[in-house]
């Protein structure tokens, strides 16, 4: 079986099997035009010596009064559970394991420069960040969080950026388009534990023994890494996980192709149900977008093509 080569760039992620030759899905943020966007810095990676881009697109953000006036009294700072470990655009470490860096990072950090806030950065899993937040243990979350209608049963969201469910595999794989699961029958899908990668596919899970055909296997994994090993590997065939970490890893890795967008999602800020945090957030967000600020950010990580026009506080999932 053929192996891939160390991505060009790397973030630090914990887990002990990954060596140079497992397949990261961890290249570093490009521009849009696919150069390197800014400053870079050498991401922390076994040694490693790659970079990721260190362009500073916050710190120039200033105070949005307006927005800023919206707060709950007395708010001026906030616990913000940030997922670690995903691919990027997502948020890895950077040389000295532990500066956080990724999109999510630069959208929370700007957000809480428009509404005067402080905050305390915690890392945490992905799955552990949704639940957390109705126990109190977090203000908000960040980590890719697509908003879907079984989440906004028991989350508030304030969204950012639009982004979905994609499929990517082996270039030797008889795939191609993807557009209907039914075509995945009788294969091994990886993707990331408690997602809505996972959800979306554990309920159309039926469209195979419908069919007549064998079901596909859904395999979860909590580390990235072990995602696309298992491809490397051959103990997996296709992988579903975000659109623009999938064209990252596209981009930046031999011997992978993506298929094509499966569902799109707008992405957001998650807070407990019935947060008074939303309408501060939606405000900063949108002048962030009228300033300049969130193109910048988005130009940063090379996903121009996931903006969106205006935020919203827990819009509808679109079919």
């Given at each position: 079986?053929?192996?891939?080569?160390?991505?060009?760039?790397?973030f630090l992620l914990p887990f002990a099997l990954i060596t140079?030759?497992?397949?990261?899905?961890?290249?570093?943020?490009?521009?849009?035009?696919?150069?390197?966007?800014?400053?870079?810095?050498?991401?922390?990676?076994?040694?490693?010596?790659?970079?990721?881009?260190?362009?500073?697109?916050?710190?120039?953000?200033?105070?949005?009064?307006?927005?800023?006036?919206?707060?709950?009294?007395?708010?001026?700072?906030?616990?913000?559970?940030?997922?670690?470990?995903?691919?990027?655009?997502?948020?890895?470490?950077?040389?000295?394991?532990?500066?956080?860096?990724?999109?999510?990072?630069?959208?929370?950090?700007?957000?809480?420069?428009?509404?005067?806030?402080?905050?305390?950065?915690?890392?945490?899993?992905?799955?552990?960040?949704?639940?957390?937040?109705?126990?109190?243990?977090?203000?908000?979350?960040?980590?890719?969080?697509?908003?879907?209608?079984?989440?906004?049963?028991?989350?508030?969201?304030?969204?950012?950026?639009?982004?979905?469910?994609?499929?990517?595999?082996?270039?030797?794989?008889?795939?191609?388009?993807?557009?209907?699961?039914?075509?995945?029958?009788?294969?091994?899908?990886?993707?990331?534990?408690?997602?809505?990668?996972?959800?979306?596919?554990?309920?159309?899970?039926?469209?195979?023994?419908?069919?007549?055909?064998?079901?596909?296997?859904?395999?979860?994994?909590?580390?990235?890494?072990?995602?696309?090993?298992?491809?490397?590997?051959?103990?997996?065939?296709?992988?579903?996980?975000?659109?623009?970490?999938?064209?990252?890893?596209?981009?930046?890795?031999?011997?992978?192709?993506?298929?094509?967008?499966?569902?799109?999602?707008?992405?957001?800020?998650?807070?407990?149900?019935?947060?008074?945090?939303?309408?501060?957030?939606?405000?900063?967000?949108?002048?962030?977008?009228?300033?300049?600020?969130?193109?910048?950010?988005?130009?940063?990580?090379?996903?121009?093509?996931?903006?969106?026009?205006?935020?919203?506080?827990?819009?509808?999932?679109?079919?």
């Open positions: 079986m053929r192996t891939f080569p160390r991505a060009r760039h790397q140079s030759a497992a397949l990261l899905l961890t290249a570093c943020g490009s521009g849009a035009d696919g150069t390197a966007a800014g400053g870079t810095a050498r991401a922390a990676a076994g040694g490693g010596s790659d970079e990721i881009p260190t362009t500073d697109v916050v710190s120039a953000v200033g105070r949005n009064t307006a927005a800023a006036k919206l707060l709950p009294p007395g708010t001026d700072s906030l616990t913000l559970a940030v997922s670690v470990g995903g691919s990027p655009p997502g948020t890895g470490y950077l040389e000295d394991g532990k500066t956080l860096a990724g999109q999510d990072v630069d959208f929370a950090d700007a957000v809480a420069k428009a509404l005067g806030l402080r905050l305390k950065r915690e890392a945490a899993s992905f799955e552990a960040i949704l639940p957390a937040l109705d126990s109190g243990k977090y203000d908000a979350g960040v980590g890719n969080f697509g908003v879907t209608d079984e989440r906004r049963r028991t989350i508030d969201f304030v969204t950012y950026i639009n982004d979905g469910q994609g499929l990517a595999t082996r270039e030797d794989s008889k795939l191609d388009k993807v557009t209907d699961l039914a075509q995945l029958c009788g294969l091994n899908v990886a993707t990331g534990a408690g997602t809505t990668f996972e959800a979306t596919l554990e309920d159309r899970k039926h469209v195979c023994s419908d069919a007549g055909e064998k079901p596909y296997k859904v395999q979860t994994y909590s580390e990235v890494g072990a995602v696309w090993s298992s491809l490397q590997q051959g103990r997996s065939d296709v992988v579903m996980s975000t659109i623009n970490g999938l064209r990252y890893a596209v981009a930046q890795q031999e011997g992978l192709k993506f298929l094509n967008e499966f569902h799109r999602l707008d992405v957001g800020f998650a807070f407990k149900k019935g947060t008074k945090l939303a309408p501060a957030f939606q405000a900063a967000v949108n002048g962030l977008i009228a300033d300049g600020t969130y193109d910048k950010i988005l130009k940063k990580w090379g996903t121009t093509g996931s903006a969106i026009e205006k935020s919203q506080i827990s819009p509808p999932e679109k079919d």
